[in-house]
């Protein structure tokens, strides 16, 4: 299935018929590990008064926070705001004034070793432990272990140009599965591999989301920068959700102008009852 550029799509037929907009954060939203730029802070924030929205991210609670709940602005409505980082494996709502998380699918701390350990072990061999790391290069996020090439904090560039052909990425992930067969190893981002539970990914992470919310899949958009078969957005399209794809968060902020021009105010939120759970 070919995704296409929100500037390809009948926005008015979609904005018709979502009835929540979900939004990948790296390279989407943000640049990664950077937070949202003043512009996108506004709109995102003037967004979540409007429909519901969910945050469905790779990268840790930690994370998310920094790049976009300690941000918003104070008309953000962030009891209509759904905030899923590592794929979906951790859920967290705006409860009697904090991020309080509602399920996790975390790894227990042996296994959470061993992944560790592999890693390392096969990164070696392979001749991808890189002598120059922007930040740690192996992250424990709770529900899933995270790899990274480059370091968490590689600047976007270093990291698009470092496996271009994602073989490198595939090479490692191949090794390390086969150490772990009752876990999923898969590419993440442009430079890391993810370890998590089977069946934690973007699918599972919008799939969830509906069944929360009582939606069809059908009627949740999903955002995202990396919406190629094998991409880490793209699960969530494969899931049934009617894909927007964007070139980087300037793209993202024209999609979000556009929304803002068709998605009229609502003062009623479509999930009040969880709000209060």
Not at 34 to 52: C, D, G, N, V, Y
Not at 158 to 181: G, I, N
Request: charged share 25%.
């Amino acid at each position: 299935m070919v995704v296409q550029s929100w500037t390809e799509l009948d926005l008015d037929e979609l904005c018709g018929k979502a009835c929540l907009f979900g939004f990948d954060l790296d390279n989407t939203l943000a640049s990664s590990k950077q937070p949202m730029k003043p512009a996108m802070i506004e709109r995102f924030s003037e967004l979540t008064t409007r429909i519901p929205v969910a945050l469905i991210s790779g990268g840790s609670m930690a994370v998310v926070t920094m790049q976009v709940l300690d941000v918003l602005n104070d008309h953000a409505a962030r009891g209509n705001l759904h905030v899923m980082p590592t794929s979906g494996s951790r859920y967290y709502r705006w409860q009697h004034g904090q991020w309080t998380l509602i399920y996790a699918h975390d790894l227990d701390k042996p296994t959470v070793e061993a992944i560790e350990s592999s890693l390392e072990r096969h990164a070696k061999a392979l001749g991808l432990w890189e002598p120059e790391v922007w930040g740690p290069r192996i992250e424990n996020r709770g529900s899933q272990i995270t790899f990274s090439a480059l370091g968490q904090y590689a600047p976007v560039a270093v990291k698009q140009h470092w496996d271009p052909d994602d073989s490198k990425k595939h090479a490692l992930a191949a090794r390390v599965s086969r150490d772990f067969p009752d876990l999923r190893v898969r590419t993440g981002g442009y430079s890391s591999v993810d370890v998590s539970k089977h069946g934690i990914d973007k699918a599972y992470a919008v799939r969830k989301l509906a069944e929360l919310l009582g939606l069809s899949v059908e009627h949740i958009a999903f955002v995202g920068d990396r919406m190629t078969p094998g991409g880490n957005d793209y699960p969530a399209v494969e899931a049934g959700a009617m894909g927007i794809k964007v070139n980087d968060p300037a793209d993202a902020l024209g999609l979000m102008d556009a929304l803002l021009q068709r998605i009229a105010k609502h003062p009623d939120s479509l999930d009040d009852s969880l709000a209060d759970q």
